[in-house]
């Protein structure tokens, strides 16, 4: 058996968002079978879609801990900009191997293997992050290493026809406006009634464990905050 991860991104387009995160929920395979007439809605209406959003959202969080999932996530500042050099275009980033880290150590810790499962968006993009992710995977010795838990090779599927993916989506929505890392440097403003609602929760749900390095063992958790993805820098 193995575990899925389902993740998606939020703020990618560096607007509204406080970060940039990408990041889903790991599940294990045995536990996955368990207007068009466009008009605007009205105050009250619009009203009752929001609590039935977040009528969605708490049932969300409550069949994952039922089904047992982890959370894991990497966020990093929204006006972080790309460097014109090689390593940033062809290498996968620094942020989105701490969140492969975090992955493979519970994949260590329960002897599984495990599959990624991305939202499929543009091809070329799409083509270019599975370069970027085989290369980290052949290229680099820790990527080999990892690659012995980890399937180098994600599956893509459409996110409107797949509901972990979705679930993602509302997952990293919640930890991008609610939750946050202070002591990390992650202390952008947040959307107070997220924070009150989820927070707690978030925090529960993202995996704990140990991680190691280099001879030395330490607690890690599923959640990572990366104030530059493209420094030589150590996260645990």
């Known amino acids: 058996m193995s575990y899925l991860l389902f993740l998606d991104e939020s703020g990618h387009d560096h607007k509204n968002m406080p970060y940039e995160v990408h990041g889903g929920m790991a599940i294990h395979a045995g536990k996955l079978n368990k207007g068009l007439d466009k008009r605007s809605p009205n105050r009250a209406e619009f009203s009752a879609y929001g609590q039935a959003c977040l009528i969605m959202a708490r049932g969300i969080f409550e069949l ?57 968006t543009d091809k070329t993009l799409d083509r270019r992050f599975v370069a970027r992710l085989e290369r980290y995977f052949k290229r680099t010795q820790t990527g080999r290493y990892r690659s012995a838990r980890i399937v ?22 919640a930890i991008n406006w609610g939750f946050r890392l202070p002591t990390s440097g992650m202390n952008a403003p947040v959307r107070p009634d997220l924070y009150a609602e989820f927070a707690q929760q978030i925090g529960s749900l993202q995996f704990k464990g140990q991680g190691y390095r280099e001879r030395e063992v330490f607690p890690t958790s599923g959640i990572v905050y990366v104030p530059d993805p493209y420094a030589s820098r150590v996260e645990k």
Do not use: W
Request: with cysteine; proline share 6%.
């Open 64 to 120: 994952l801990r039922g089904h047992e999932a982890k959370l894991f996530a990497a966020a990093i500042p929204k006006n972080v900009v790309k460097p014109e050099t090689f390593i940033a275009e062809e290498y996968l980033r620094k942020d989105l191997v701490f969140l492969l880290e975090r992955y493979f150590y519970l994949l260590e810790a329960e002897r599984e293997t495990g599959l990624i499962v991305l939202d499929e």
């Open 152 to 173: 180098p090779s994600p599956f893509f599927v459409a996110s409107d026809m797949t509901y972990p993916v979705q679930v993602a989506d509302v997952c990293i929505y």
